[in-house]
């Protein structure tokens, strides 16, 4: 059974400062790696796709990847409160995406 | 931006009934999806969906459930005999090319009562 593991949270983090959202996963063949941001009562929305090892940055968001650790992370820099939601690490599986349970973010006025 | 759309927004129907969820992907996608997330829970797959025929399935897409691409815009989900297990957010997605980003359209909340 291919499992994505991420802390529940809640993470707590005041406004301007950087969030770290974690992930493992369980499948060492998996290749393509996904952060999607859901707010309460709504879709699923793509933050950033990686699929290599290292760092990728868009904006405010940097994906870290290490396929050795089966360790995939989400950053968030100068955090404002509409980053407030839950953060779903997904991996893909064959022709499907798995997802973690999410980490709920805070971000504190 | 092209985007995933779904109907209904919300549907209610008693237990044993059929239902059929729509969605429509984006238009140059080749690949589609159905997830559910049961309230409080993670999401998760149910059927994916390429060249007019399954791809892959879960556990959870039994008999009960069935796709179809009736027309070269629609993607449809039937639920034949609804359990009040049902209950749940149904997300569809689609993706251009198999094993990149899968864009969710907005959900149809299944109520079974």
């Known amino acids: 059974q291919k499992e994505v593991e991420q802390n529940s949270g809640p993470l707590s983090v005041p406004e301007g400062a950087i969030a770290s959202l974690n992930c493992t996963y369980s499948d060492r063949g998996s290749q393509s790696f996904f952060w999607y941001r859901q707010y309460s009562g709504k879709s699923p929305e793509l933050i950033m796709s990686i699929y290599s090892n290292g760092d990728k940055e868009d904006g405010r968001f940097t994906a870290q990847l290490n396929k050795a650790s089966q360790y995939v992370s989400l950053l968030i820099r100068d955090s404002q409160p509409s980053d407030s939601a839950t953060y779903l690490c997904a991996v893909r599986g064959d022709d499907k995406i798995i997802f973690g349970k999410g980490t709920r973010l805070h971000i504190l006025p | 931006e092209p985007e995933v759309t779904q109907t209904p927004s919300h549907q209610v129907t008693q237990m044993g009934q059929e239902v059929i969820l729509r969605c429509v992907p984006i238009s140059n996608h080749l690949y589609f999806y159905w997830y559910r997330q049961i309230l409080g829970q993670k999401v998760e797959f149910l059927v994916s969906?390429?060249?007019?025929?399954?791809?892959?399935k879960s556990e959870i897409f039994d008999d009960q459930f069935s796709v179809e691409r009736p027309d070269g815009s629609n993607f449809t989900l039937k639920i034949r005999s609804t359990k009040l297990e049902d209950s749940a957010m149904y997300f569809c997605a689609s993706g251009r090319n198999m094993g990149n980003e899968q864009f969710f359209g907005p959900g149809t909340r299944l109520t079974v009562l």
């Open positions: 969906f390429y060249n007019n025929e399954i791809s892959e």
